[in-house]
């Protein structure tokens, strides 16, 4: 595989990887999240965590923001909070890991290159037009979702609008954990590699498979609270939900010109920290299934607008690692 050093310079550069790159990446990704997700809970680190909230007199969130004021208040929560927020990070920890078994500084280079908001072809113009048209999308199909809530869910449905949704958005979109700690993973390392081998909207749907099956372990109470059936329909419209994100931000990162900066913006927004979309807190499995369905359902929606938009037009820069 090739990779011109510096986005298109003189030299070209050989990045080698392991066999069957992104099931490597996938499986110490799975390893990692394990590994920390088991200290997390043998150290107490949960109970802490939970402790230093409610102190704040905060809800959770996945923010930084949120950790940083819980550490101001009960700073016995830093290696609860650290625990955390390295289970998070497995994605592109696993890139590191990656790089070690093979490709070296040639692959960070190719994943550090699209650490970006949009590629020099691109430009400032169309990209800031794509990143306003990314925020609006993204804000409307939380709204819809709310909406959505609010119909088939109200008895487990809390929405409380406010001018503090506006100030939390520029927090979801570059301060949310699981945004900034995984999208050099799945969209800077995973889906351009797939890409050498796969259309576009196949190529979304595996990354969004290894996405989605990436957070199962974490989600391992669900079997606990739910049982087998009530787990696994919980966990399939989490998949659907996911799958259906996938697409829609393949089709904007691409147009982007694979820009991993803009896929953090989208995976941030998606997770609502500003709570655009209400909060679901359900004690069934039916309750907890139809958020997720609801929080698909405007995904799914654009992804059926876009991907035949994008075959007739073009997705945008797709290609392997060399497209860097």
């Not at 900034?180 to 909207?201: I, K, Q, S, T």
Request: charged fraction near 15%.
């Amino acid at each position: 595989m090739r990779v011109e050093p510096g986005g298109g310079g003189a030299g070209v550069e050989e990045v080698a990887l392991p066999r069957r790159p992104v099931l490597t990446f996938w499986l110490v990704a799975v390893a990692l999240e394990v590994v920390l997700g088991v200290a997390f809970l043998v150290s107490g680190a949960e109970s802490a965590i939970d402790e230093g909230l409610s102190k704040a007199g905060l809800d959770f969130g996945s923010d930084l923001l949120t950790a940083g004021r819980v550490l101001v208040v009960y700073p016995a929560a830093l290696l609860g909070i650290t625990l955390a927020l390295a289970q998070v990070a497995a994605p592109d920890l696993a890139v590191l890991v990656v790089a070690r078994i093979r490709g070296g500084r040639a692959l960070l280079h190719a994943v550090g290159r699209r650490f970006r908001p949009w590629s020099p072809e691109v430009g400032a113009r169309r990209g800031l037009v794509i990143w306003l048209v990314v925020v609006v999308v993204f804000s409307a199909c939380n709204l819809v979702s709310g909406l959505l809530h609010r119909a088939l869910v109200p008895q487990d449905f809390a929405w409380h609008f406010s001018w503090s949704m506006l100030a939390l958005l520029p927090v979801a979109m570059f301060l949310d954990a699981g945004a900034l700690l995984e999208e050099n993973g799945w969209r800077g390392f995973a889906l351009p590699v797939l890409l050498r081998d796969h259309g576009p909207l196949a190529a979304s749907l595996l990354v969004g498979l290894a996405w989605a099956s990436w957070h199962f372990p974490v989600k391992f109470d669900a079997f606990l609270d739910y049982g087998l059936g009530g787990a696994l329909a919980y966990l399939g419209a989490f998949t659907v939900k996911i799958l259906a994100i996938s697409v829609v931000m393949t089709f904007f990162w691409a147009r982007a010109g694979q820009a991993t900066l803009l896929a953090i913006v989208m995976h941030g927004l998606s997770n609502d920290v500003a709570r655009i979309g209400g909060f679901v807190d359900g004690p069934t499995w039916q309750a907890s299934a139809i958020s997720e369905l609801d929080l698909a359902l405007p995904f799914v929606v654009l992804a059926l607008v876009l991907v035949p938009y994008a075959n007739r037009r073009g997705w945008g820069e797709l290609g392997d690692l060399a497209a860097a």
